[in-house]
């Protein structure tokens, strides 16, 4: 495993290359679309039940801290944990969306065509190689931390660091994902849209 990650971030640009092949290839697949859209729709429960979570968990660590002058590291981590979760699996489904940050300034004067084929390029040139590279580094970076047990270095904190760092895995393999479902969108947008 360790030789495969370290081929694929020596070639890192012909990954990216190849990434974004893949991506157009996919795109191609009949109903792969709504496959994607489920997984992110199931990735989105899972970022509503960690804000409902966090929220309670918030509270309850508010109230024992002011109250009862009591508290936990543990539960303060958790609470972080939980703060990552709920924006990290959210990424792909306001890509999913359309509710994602771009400079709307100029794209709203854009004609439909002109918006759709920027939609392209950016999700061609820069969400499918950004992450691809995401996940490419970030899993020698879960490894480690699996490896060497890594946990809270403050007393009483949380143990298997490696589990909250794999969420970055999971949440970029969904925006790519996403990515792919997307392009399919946009070729069955412009190919059915009338006008310019």
């Known amino acids: 495993m360790d030789n ?5 971030t020596e070639n ?3 990954v990216i290359f190849v990434s974004i092949v ?3 290839i996919f795109s191609f697949i009949p109903k792969i679309d709504f496959v994607i859209e489920k997984l992110t729709r199931l990735f989105m429960y899972i970022s509503v039940f960690s804000l409902i979570t966090l929220t309670l968990l918030v509270s309850y660590d508010v109230i024992t801290r002011k109250l009862f002058s009591g508290g936990s590291i543990a539960l303060q981590e958790l609470e972080w944990h939980l703060f990552d979760i709920t924006f990290l699996f ?3 489904y306001a890509l999913c969306h359309d509710k994602h940050v771009r400079v709307d300034i100029f794209y709203d004067k854009f004609p439909f065509k002109v918006k759709k084929i920027i939609n392209i390029i950016t999700i061609l040139f ?3 190689p950004l992450s691809t590279l995401i996940v490419i580094e970030a899993i020698p970076f879960v490894q480690m931390s699996y490896a060497q047990h890594e946990s809270s270095g403050d007393p009483g904190g949380l143990c298997c ?3 909250i760092k794999s969420a970055m895995i999971w949440a970029f393999l969904m925006v790519y994902l996403q990515s792919i479902a997307e392009l399919k969108k946009i070729y069955y947008q412009l190919k059915h849209h009338k006008g310019n």
């Open 12 to 14: 890192i640009d012909n």
């Open 161 to 163: 660091r490696w589990i």
């Open 126 to 128: 820069f969400i499918i």
């Open 90 to 92: 959210a990424i792909a």
């Open 22 to 24: 893949i991506a157009i």
């Open 4 to 8: 495969l990650i370290n081929l694929l």
